[in-house]
Protein backbone atom coordinates (compact mmCIF):
# COMPACT_ATOMS: atom_id res chain seq x y z
CA UNK A 1 0.00 0.00 0.00
CA UNK A 2 1.12 3.19 -1.41
CA UNK A 3 0.30 7.11 -0.39
CA UNK A 4 0.55 9.19 -3.53
CA UNK A 5 -1.52 12.21 -2.69
CA UNK A 6 0.90 14.13 -4.96
CA UNK A 7 0.87 11.85 -8.09
CA UNK A 8 -2.18 12.29 -10.07
CA UNK A 9 -3.76 9.60 -11.91
CA UNK A 10 -0.30 7.67 -12.62
CA UNK A 11 -0.01 3.74 -11.61
CA UNK A 12 2.93 1.97 -13.08
CA UNK A 13 3.67 -1.58 -14.36
CA UNK A 14 2.30 -3.78 -17.18
CA UNK A 15 -0.51 -4.70 -15.78
CA UNK A 16 -4.62 -4.72 -16.96
CA UNK A 17 -7.25 -3.15 -15.17
CA UNK A 18 -9.67 -5.73 -15.08
CA UNK A 19 -16.64 -7.57 -12.63
CA UNK A 20 -16.80 -4.33 -11.95
CA UNK A 21 -20.00 -5.44 -10.18
CA UNK A 22 -19.79 -9.46 -11.95
CA UNK A 23 -19.32 -7.68 -15.80
CA UNK A 24 -16.09 -7.97 -17.61
CA UNK A 25 -14.75 -9.68 -20.39
CA UNK A 26 -12.64 -12.29 -18.62
CA UNK A 27 -14.48 -15.62 -18.59
CA UNK A 28 -15.24 -17.53 -15.44
CA UNK A 29 -13.24 -20.59 -16.37
CA UNK A 30 -9.84 -18.49 -17.33
CA UNK A 31 -10.32 -16.95 -14.18
CA UNK A 32 -10.24 -20.18 -12.40
CA UNK A 33 -7.20 -21.37 -14.20
CA UNK A 34 -5.04 -18.21 -13.86
CA UNK A 35 -3.74 -19.67 -10.67
CA UNK A 36 -1.86 -21.95 -12.54
CA UNK A 37 -0.09 -19.92 -15.17
CA UNK A 38 1.83 -17.80 -11.51
CA UNK A 39 5.20 -17.72 -12.25
CA UNK A 40 7.07 -17.50 -8.50
CA UNK A 41 10.17 -15.52 -8.62
CA UNK A 42 13.37 -16.84 -6.39
CA UNK A 43 12.22 -16.13 -2.59
CA UNK A 44 15.99 -15.84 -1.68
CA UNK A 45 19.61 -17.07 -1.63
CA UNK A 46 19.69 -21.16 -2.56
CA UNK A 47 22.17 -21.05 1.13
CA UNK A 48 18.94 -20.07 3.11
CA UNK A 49 16.54 -22.66 2.02
CA UNK A 50 13.94 -21.92 4.45
CA UNK A 51 14.03 -18.19 4.14
CA UNK A 52 11.06 -17.16 1.96
CA UNK A 53 9.32 -20.01 2.24
CA UNK A 54 5.99 -21.08 4.70
CA UNK A 55 6.80 -24.32 6.67
CA UNK A 56 4.03 -27.15 6.18
CA UNK A 57 2.84 -26.74 9.51
CA UNK A 58 2.41 -23.05 8.52
CA UNK A 59 0.53 -23.80 5.34
CA UNK A 60 -1.53 -26.22 6.83
CA UNK A 61 -2.53 -23.38 9.34
CA UNK A 62 -3.33 -20.95 6.99
CA UNK A 63 -5.37 -23.97 5.10
CA UNK A 64 -7.47 -24.64 8.23
CA UNK A 65 -8.35 -21.10 9.13
CA UNK A 66 -12.11 -20.34 8.26
CA UNK A 67 -13.55 -17.11 9.62
CA UNK A 68 -16.87 -17.75 8.14
CA UNK A 69 -19.98 -18.58 9.54
CA UNK A 70 -21.13 -20.69 7.47
CA UNK A 71 -20.46 -22.63 4.19
CA UNK A 72 -22.89 -23.68 1.19
CA UNK A 73 -21.82 -26.92 -0.18
CA UNK A 74 -24.26 -28.22 -2.54
CA UNK A 75 -22.52 -27.23 -5.71
CA UNK A 76 -19.80 -29.88 -7.08
CA UNK A 77 -17.89 -27.60 -9.62
CA UNK A 78 -16.59 -23.85 -8.92
CA UNK A 79 -19.00 -21.46 -8.10
CA UNK A 80 -19.07 -18.20 -10.16
CA UNK A 81 -21.40 -15.81 -9.33
CA UNK A 82 -23.39 -14.60 -5.88
CA UNK A 83 -25.98 -12.29 -5.52
CA UNK A 84 -28.37 -11.47 -2.31
CA UNK A 85 -32.05 -10.66 -2.70
CA UNK A 86 -32.67 -6.95 -2.51
CA UNK A 87 -35.86 -7.28 -0.71
CA UNK A 88 -34.88 -8.39 2.00
CA UNK A 89 -31.10 -9.41 1.96
CA UNK A 90 -31.96 -13.00 3.05
CA UNK A 91 -31.56 -15.40 0.40
CA UNK A 92 -28.78 -15.51 -2.03
CA UNK A 93 -28.35 -17.16 -5.17
CA UNK A 94 -24.85 -19.08 -6.41
CA UNK A 95 -24.49 -20.12 -10.09
CA UNK A 96 -21.81 -22.77 -10.75
CA UNK A 97 -19.94 -25.27 -12.99
CA UNK A 98 -22.15 -28.11 -12.45
CA UNK A 99 -24.71 -26.02 -14.63
CA UNK A 100 -27.10 -25.13 -11.67
CA UNK A 101 -28.41 -22.25 -9.59
CA UNK A 102 -29.91 -22.56 -6.17
CA UNK A 103 -31.44 -20.33 -3.91
CA UNK A 104 -30.74 -20.96 -0.72
CA UNK A 105 -31.50 -18.81 3.02
CA UNK A 106 -27.97 -17.15 4.17
CA UNK A 107 -28.94 -17.40 7.88
CA UNK A 108 -28.55 -21.42 7.99
CA UNK A 109 -27.94 -22.37 4.49
CA UNK A 110 -31.30 -24.21 3.27
CA UNK A 111 -32.31 -24.65 -0.26
CA UNK A 112 -34.86 -22.63 -1.08
CA UNK A 113 -34.78 -23.52 -5.18
CA UNK A 114 -32.50 -25.54 -7.00
CA UNK A 115 -32.56 -24.57 -10.82
CA UNK A 116 -31.60 -26.99 -13.31
CA UNK A 117 -31.80 -27.72 -17.02
CA UNK A 118 -29.00 -25.68 -18.04
CA UNK A 119 -26.61 -26.73 -20.54
CA UNK A 120 -23.54 -25.31 -19.14
CA UNK A 121 -21.97 -23.11 -16.65
CA UNK A 122 -24.59 -21.18 -14.77
CA UNK A 123 -22.67 -17.60 -14.74
CA UNK A 124 -25.39 -15.35 -14.29
CA UNK A 125 -27.77 -15.57 -11.41
CA UNK A 126 -29.99 -12.13 -9.94
CA UNK A 127 -33.06 -11.79 -8.25
CA UNK A 128 -35.67 -9.17 -9.70
CA UNK A 129 -36.42 -5.63 -7.72
CA UNK A 130 -38.93 -7.72 -5.81
CA UNK A 131 -36.52 -11.28 -5.04
CA UNK A 132 -40.11 -12.57 -6.18
CA UNK A 133 -38.22 -14.15 -9.31
CA UNK A 134 -34.56 -15.02 -10.12
CA UNK A 135 -33.20 -15.26 -13.28
CA UNK A 136 -30.14 -17.79 -14.07
CA UNK A 137 -27.79 -17.71 -17.05
CA UNK A 138 -25.43 -20.01 -18.86
CA UNK A 139 -22.36 -19.52 -20.58
CA UNK A 140 -24.34 -21.09 -23.81
CA UNK A 141 -26.64 -18.42 -23.80
CA UNK A 142 -29.71 -20.50 -22.13
CA UNK A 143 -31.78 -18.12 -19.63
CA UNK A 144 -34.75 -19.49 -16.82
CA UNK A 145 -36.96 -17.45 -14.77
CA UNK A 146 -38.42 -18.89 -11.49
CA UNK A 147 -40.41 -17.60 -9.09
CA UNK A 148 -39.22 -18.21 -5.59
CA UNK A 149 -42.20 -18.35 -4.35
CA UNK A 150 -43.68 -22.04 -5.65
CA UNK A 151 -40.32 -23.16 -7.12
CA UNK A 152 -41.51 -23.27 -10.80
CA UNK A 153 -39.72 -22.29 -13.80
CA UNK A 154 -42.09 -19.19 -15.73
CA UNK A 155 -40.28 -18.68 -18.89
CA UNK A 156 -36.88 -19.51 -20.99
CA UNK A 157 -35.61 -18.13 -23.60
CA UNK A 158 -31.65 -19.21 -25.62
CA UNK A 159 -29.56 -16.57 -27.42
CA UNK A 160 -26.30 -16.65 -28.38
CA UNK A 161 -23.50 -16.88 -25.62
CA UNK A 162 -24.22 -15.06 -22.54
CA UNK A 163 -22.29 -11.91 -21.53
CA UNK A 164 -24.25 -10.76 -18.94
CA UNK A 165 -27.63 -10.88 -17.48
CA UNK A 166 -29.59 -8.00 -15.83
CA UNK A 167 -33.05 -7.27 -14.30
CA UNK A 168 -35.00 -3.97 -14.95
CA UNK A 169 -34.46 -1.93 -11.11
CA UNK A 170 -38.65 -1.42 -10.66
CA UNK A 171 -40.60 -4.05 -13.32
CA UNK A 172 -40.50 -7.78 -14.26
CA UNK A 173 -38.52 -6.76 -17.07
CA UNK A 174 -35.19 -8.60 -18.06
CA UNK A 175 -32.14 -7.47 -19.86
CA UNK A 176 -29.20 -9.34 -21.54
CA UNK A 177 -25.89 -8.87 -23.60
CA UNK A 178 -24.46 -11.49 -25.65
CA UNK A 179 -21.17 -12.34 -27.60
CA UNK A 180 -22.53 -11.22 -30.94
CA UNK A 181 -23.34 -7.53 -29.59
CA UNK A 182 -27.15 -8.20 -29.20
CA UNK A 183 -28.82 -6.60 -26.47
CA UNK A 184 -31.90 -8.08 -25.56
CA UNK A 185 -34.92 -6.82 -23.41
CA UNK A 186 -37.92 -9.42 -22.28
CA UNK A 187 -41.22 -8.41 -20.19
CA UNK A 188 -41.73 -11.64 -18.12
CA UNK A 189 -42.71 -13.44 -18.23
CA UNK A 190 -45.04 -12.53 -20.72
CA UNK A 191 -41.98 -12.81 -23.12
CA UNK A 192 -42.53 -9.12 -25.21
CA UNK A 193 -39.34 -9.00 -26.36
CA UNK A 194 -37.48 -6.31 -27.84
CA UNK A 195 -33.65 -6.00 -28.86
CA UNK A 196 -30.95 -3.23 -29.57
CA UNK A 197 -29.00 -2.95 -32.34
CA UNK A 198 -25.59 -2.51 -32.42
CA UNK A 199 -21.67 -3.17 -33.83
CA UNK A 200 -21.25 -6.82 -34.50
CA UNK A 201 -19.07 -7.35 -31.62
CA UNK A 202 -19.73 -8.02 -27.75
CA UNK A 203 -21.65 -6.77 -25.69
CA UNK A 204 -19.34 -6.84 -22.63
CA UNK A 205 -20.97 -5.55 -20.03
CA UNK A 206 -24.32 -3.39 -19.24
CA UNK A 207 -26.42 -1.50 -16.76
CA UNK A 208 -30.11 -0.50 -16.69
CA UNK A 209 -30.10 3.22 -15.02
CA UNK A 210 -32.09 3.96 -11.72
CA UNK A 211 -34.40 5.82 -13.83
CA UNK A 212 -35.63 2.63 -15.52
CA UNK A 213 -35.51 4.59 -19.01
CA UNK A 214 -32.44 4.09 -20.00
CA UNK A 215 -29.77 1.38 -19.95
CA UNK A 216 -25.59 1.85 -21.10
CA UNK A 217 -23.87 -0.94 -22.90
CA UNK A 218 -20.53 -1.44 -23.40
CA UNK A 219 -19.01 -3.16 -26.13
CA UNK A 220 -15.63 -4.94 -27.16
CA UNK A 221 -14.62 -2.12 -29.97
CA UNK A 222 -14.39 0.06 -27.25
CA UNK A 223 -17.67 2.04 -27.50
CA UNK A 224 -20.22 3.09 -25.04
CA UNK A 225 -23.97 3.53 -25.95
CA UNK A 226 -27.05 4.78 -24.13
CA UNK A 227 -30.16 3.24 -24.88
CA UNK A 228 -33.99 4.27 -24.57
CA UNK A 229 -35.26 0.82 -23.83
CA UNK A 230 -38.86 2.57 -24.48
CA UNK A 231 -37.75 4.05 -28.02
CA UNK A 232 -35.56 1.69 -28.98
CA UNK A 233 -32.61 3.49 -30.05
CA UNK A 234 -29.43 4.89 -28.66
CA UNK A 235 -29.44 8.45 -27.26
CA UNK A 236 -25.40 8.45 -26.69
CA UNK A 237 -22.74 6.75 -28.70
CA UNK A 238 -19.12 7.07 -27.29
CA UNK A 239 -16.71 6.50 -29.61
CA UNK A 240 -13.30 7.14 -31.27
CA UNK A 241 -11.12 9.43 -28.91
CA UNK A 242 -14.27 9.86 -26.74
CA UNK A 243 -14.61 6.16 -26.58
CA UNK A 244 -12.48 3.80 -24.74
CA UNK A 245 -9.10 2.30 -27.38
CA UNK A 246 -9.75 -1.53 -26.55
CA UNK A 247 -12.92 -3.46 -25.02
CA UNK A 248 -15.27 -2.71 -22.23
CA UNK A 249 -14.70 -4.52 -18.83
CA UNK A 250 -16.69 -3.09 -16.30
CA UNK A 251 -19.42 -0.38 -15.85
CA UNK A 252 -20.98 1.42 -12.91
CA UNK A 253 -23.75 4.06 -11.97
CA UNK A 254 -24.02 6.44 -9.60
CA UNK A 255 -27.23 6.77 -7.32
CA UNK A 256 -29.50 9.02 -10.08
CA UNK A 257 -27.57 7.49 -12.69
CA UNK A 258 -26.52 11.34 -13.92
CA UNK A 259 -23.06 9.67 -14.19
CA UNK A 260 -21.58 6.31 -15.40
CA UNK A 261 -18.12 5.61 -14.53
CA UNK A 262 -16.56 2.39 -17.46
CA UNK A 263 -13.60 0.54 -17.66
CA UNK A 264 -11.33 -0.84 -20.57
CA UNK A 265 -8.62 -3.29 -21.46
CA UNK A 266 -7.11 0.10 -23.15
CA UNK A 267 -5.98 0.66 -19.29
CA UNK A 268 -8.29 3.60 -18.63
CA UNK A 269 -11.44 4.64 -16.97
CA UNK A 270 -13.71 6.75 -17.63
CA UNK A 271 -16.58 9.39 -16.11
CA UNK A 272 -19.10 9.95 -18.15
CA UNK A 273 -22.47 12.28 -17.86
CA UNK A 274 -25.20 10.38 -19.14
CA UNK A 275 -27.42 13.27 -19.92
CA UNK A 276 -25.08 14.76 -22.54
CA UNK A 277 -22.89 11.77 -23.32
CA UNK A 278 -19.90 13.87 -22.47
CA UNK A 279 -16.45 12.32 -21.27
CA UNK A 280 -16.16 14.14 -17.81
CA UNK A 281 -12.41 12.83 -16.24
CA UNK A 282 -10.55 10.35 -17.73
CA UNK A 283 -8.02 8.25 -16.00
CA UNK A 284 -5.08 6.44 -17.79
CA UNK A 285 -2.60 3.78 -16.32
CA UNK A 286 1.46 4.65 -17.39
CA UNK A 287 1.33 1.24 -18.85
CA UNK A 288 -1.26 0.05 -20.82
CA UNK A 289 -3.25 -2.40 -18.45
CA UNK A 290 -6.57 -3.49 -18.63
CA UNK A 291 -9.26 -2.15 -16.21
CA UNK A 292 -11.26 -4.84 -14.35
CA UNK A 293 -13.12 -3.08 -12.24
CA UNK A 294 -14.42 0.46 -11.54
CA UNK A 295 -17.02 1.80 -8.71
CA UNK A 296 -17.96 5.35 -7.90
CA UNK A 297 -18.56 5.78 -3.79
CA UNK A 298 -21.78 7.79 -2.99
CA UNK A 299 -20.20 8.49 0.69
CA UNK A 300 -17.01 10.91 -1.16
CA UNK A 301 -15.58 12.16 -3.77
CA UNK A 302 -13.74 9.01 -4.64
CA UNK A 303 -13.30 5.84 -7.03
CA UNK A 304 -12.72 2.25 -6.78
CA UNK A 305 -10.22 1.02 -9.94
CA UNK A 306 -8.90 -2.58 -9.46
CA UNK A 307 -6.68 -4.22 -11.50
CA UNK A 308 -5.89 -8.10 -12.08
CA UNK A 309 -2.39 -7.59 -10.98
CA UNK A 310 -3.06 -6.53 -7.24
CA UNK A 311 -3.92 -2.74 -7.49
CA UNK A 312 -6.50 -1.11 -5.89
CA UNK A 313 -6.09 2.07 -7.08
CA UNK A 314 -8.14 5.18 -5.14
CA UNK A 315 -9.08 8.55 -6.90
CA UNK A 316 -9.87 11.30 -6.12
CA UNK A 317 -12.81 12.48 -8.30
CA UNK A 318 -12.77 16.15 -7.40
CA UNK A 319 -9.03 16.65 -8.53
CA UNK A 320 -8.47 13.13 -10.51
CA UNK A 321 -5.60 12.86 -8.21
CA UNK A 322 -4.47 9.15 -6.72
CA UNK A 323 -4.85 9.19 -3.39
CA UNK A 324 -3.90 5.39 -2.51
CA UNK A 325 -2.63 2.42 -4.28
CA UNK A 326 -3.48 -0.93 -2.37
CA UNK A 327 -1.22 -3.69 -2.89
CA UNK A 328 -3.04 -7.58 -2.48
CA UNK A 329 -0.93 -10.33 -2.64
CA UNK A 330 -3.01 -11.71 -6.20
CA UNK A 331 -5.08 -10.51 -8.65
CA UNK A 332 -8.23 -8.68 -7.80
CA UNK A 333 -11.44 -10.21 -8.67
CA UNK A 334 -14.44 -7.76 -7.49
CA UNK A 335 -15.05 -4.91 -5.32
CA UNK A 336 -17.87 -3.42 -3.81
CA UNK A 337 -18.07 0.10 -1.73
CA UNK A 338 -20.30 0.24 1.43
CA UNK A 339 -22.88 2.28 0.85
CA UNK A 340 -22.57 5.35 3.37
CA UNK A 341 -18.69 4.46 4.24
CA UNK A 342 -15.10 5.01 2.96
CA UNK A 343 -14.87 1.53 3.04
CA UNK A 344 -14.56 -0.63 -0.23
CA UNK A 345 -14.23 -4.70 0.03
CA UNK A 346 -12.04 -6.87 -2.35
CA UNK A 347 -11.67 -10.61 -3.20
CA UNK A 348 -8.94 -11.97 -4.72
CA UNK A 349 -7.38 -15.10 -6.59
CA UNK A 350 -5.83 -15.97 -3.26
CA UNK A 351 -8.67 -16.56 -2.01
CA UNK A 352 -9.07 -13.66 0.58
CA UNK A 353 -11.79 -11.05 1.30
CA UNK A 354 -10.90 -7.66 2.07
CA UNK A 355 -12.07 -4.51 3.25
CA UNK A 356 -10.10 -0.98 3.11
CA UNK A 357 -10.60 2.35 4.40
CA UNK A 358 -10.59 4.00 1.45
CA UNK A 359 -9.85 7.38 3.33
CA UNK A 360 -6.07 5.87 4.86
CA UNK A 361 -5.60 3.74 2.24
CA UNK A 362 -4.67 1.06 5.33
CA UNK A 363 -6.76 -2.73 5.25
CA UNK A 364 -9.28 -2.64 7.69
CA UNK A 365 -9.61 -6.26 7.96
CA UNK A 366 -8.94 -9.53 6.27
CA UNK A 367 -11.38 -12.82 6.06
CA UNK A 368 -10.19 -16.20 4.81
CA UNK A 369 -11.47 -19.48 4.72
CA UNK A 370 -11.94 -20.49 0.66
CA UNK A 371 -9.08 -23.25 -0.54
CA UNK A 372 -9.19 -21.61 -3.40
CA UNK A 373 -9.78 -18.36 -5.91
CA UNK A 374 -12.58 -16.30 -5.32
CA UNK A 375 -14.53 -15.42 -8.40
CA UNK A 376 -17.70 -13.34 -6.57
CA UNK A 377 -18.83 -12.18 -3.42
CA UNK A 378 -21.84 -9.57 -2.56
CA UNK A 379 -22.69 -7.86 1.22
CA UNK A 380 -25.78 -6.65 2.53
CA UNK A 381 -27.15 -2.97 2.98
CA UNK A 382 -25.85 -2.87 6.12
CA UNK A 383 -22.20 -4.08 5.32
CA UNK A 384 -22.06 -6.97 8.55
CA UNK A 385 -22.27 -9.62 6.30
CA UNK A 386 -20.46 -10.74 3.07
CA UNK A 387 -21.20 -13.82 0.63
CA UNK A 388 -18.43 -15.35 -1.17
CA UNK A 389 -18.40 -17.42 -4.63
CA UNK A 390 -15.37 -19.99 -5.00
CA UNK A 391 -13.15 -22.12 -7.02
CA UNK A 392 -13.13 -24.59 -4.44
CA UNK A 393 -17.00 -25.44 -4.98
CA UNK A 394 -18.38 -23.89 -1.93
CA UNK A 395 -20.10 -20.60 -1.17
CA UNK A 396 -19.48 -18.82 2.29
CA UNK A 397 -20.78 -16.19 4.46
CA UNK A 398 -18.32 -14.44 6.89
CA UNK A 399 -19.64 -11.94 9.80
CA UNK A 400 -17.99 -8.60 9.16
CA UNK A 401 -16.58 -6.67 12.22
CA UNK A 402 -15.40 -3.00 12.24
CA UNK A 403 -13.98 -1.35 15.68
CA UNK A 404 -16.69 1.59 14.61
CA UNK A 405 -19.31 -0.72 14.73
Partial sequence: ??????????????????????????????????????????????????????????????????????????????????????????????????????????????????????????????????????????????????????????WSFEVGDLEWLEWHPCAPVLLAGTNDGSVWMWKIPAGDCKTFQSPACQATSGKVLPDGKRAVVGYEDGTVRVWDLKQGNSIHVIKGQDGHQGALTCLACNKDGSLVLTGSVDGSAKLINTTTGKVMTRWQAEERRSVYLAESNSFLPLIAVAYLDGTLAIYDLSTQVLRHRCQHEAGIVHLQWEDSSSVVSTCCLDGALRLWDARSGNMVSEYRGHTAEILDFTINREATLAVTASGDNQAKVFCLQRPDR
Fill in 1 to 154: MDNTEENPIQLHGDEEIIEVIDLNDTEPDDLADDLEDVDFEDAGNADDDNEGWETEDEMEAEAEQDDSELTFSRHTGSVFCVTLDPATNSMAVTGGEDDKAYVWRVSDGEVLLECTGHKDSVTCAVFSHDSSLVASGDMSGMIKVWKVETKEEI
